[in-house]
């Protein structure tokens, strides 16, 4: 192929990224992710910031997770900067799925706490895949201060990430047991009981949070 007739396949390619239908989006990042490009980094990080479809912004993540780590990891580094909380989330989301570690330091305070429950929830299951080994006692404390935050999926979410940290969760998840708001308290008993005993569900764990807490117990003598 000569250099003509790969700028006119790079051009085809970028302007289908941009196409108001999915197929043709879809289509789009597929043939980006088959054939990588330095070129290709760019435009397909700024699509995952605005693309409206679940399956088109998923390929365009598996199109990034194809180009070279060197190239595509700084530039979603960059993009947890933005103000557009979707752009936020996908990038956390790529940055996951690459595994980088290098990637670490930029899953910030900041972004486990972030405003947006979607953007906070990305924060937290990417935390959980990119942390180093030494790093889990802190991160477990910093993701138990979002204790007691959100709907059922939003904590749901945060026992998860949790729970994946390991036996290092204890000591956080023992002082939140006897925090000041109630929320706080059901939802780390509730996770605790979850860690021990995952096949009981989230809502099982929940009813029981709130069993022990009528009896006036924590449930860390049990």
């Not at 999915?22 to 070129?39: C, E, F, I, N, Y």
């Not at 969760?169 to 939140?176: G, K, N, T, Y």
């Not at 099982?204 to 069993?211: H, P, S, T």
């Amino acid at each position: 192929m000569t250099t003509q007739e790969r700028d006119t396949d790079t051009t085809r390619v970028l302007d289908g990224l941009d196409d108001s239908r999915p197929s043709v989006r879809l289509r789009a990042a597929m043939a980006v992710g088959t054939d990588p490009d330095p070129r290709f980094v760019e435009p397909l990080v700024a699509r995952c910031a605005i693309e409206p479809d679940f399956s088109v912004r998923e390929t365009l993540t598996w199109a990034l997770t194809r180009h070279a780590p060197s190239l595509a990891v700084p530039r979603l580094v960059d993009e947890l900067r933005s103000e557009a909380a979707q752009a936020r989330s996908q990038a956390l989301h790529t940055l996951s799925k690459i595994g980088d570690r290098r990637a670490w330091p930029a899953i910030t305070r900041t972004l486990l706490a972030d405003a947006d429950d979607e953007v906070a929830r990305t924060a937290w299951r990417a935390a959980v895949v990119l942390v180093p080994e030494d790093a889990r006692p802190v991160l477990a404390g910093a993701l138990a201060t979002q204790l007691g935050r959100g709907e059922r999926e939003t904590q749901l979410s945060l026992s998860r990430a949790l729970i994946a940290l390991g036996e290092v969760i204890m000591p956080s998840l023992r002082a939140a047991m006897t925090d000041a708001d109630p929320g706080v308290r059901r939802h780390a008993i509730a996770t605790e009981r979850l860690s021990r005993d995952p096949d009981a569900g989230f809502e099982f764990a929940i009813e029981e949070a709130k069993r022990i807490m009528a009896l006036g117990a924590t449930g860390q003598e049990e």
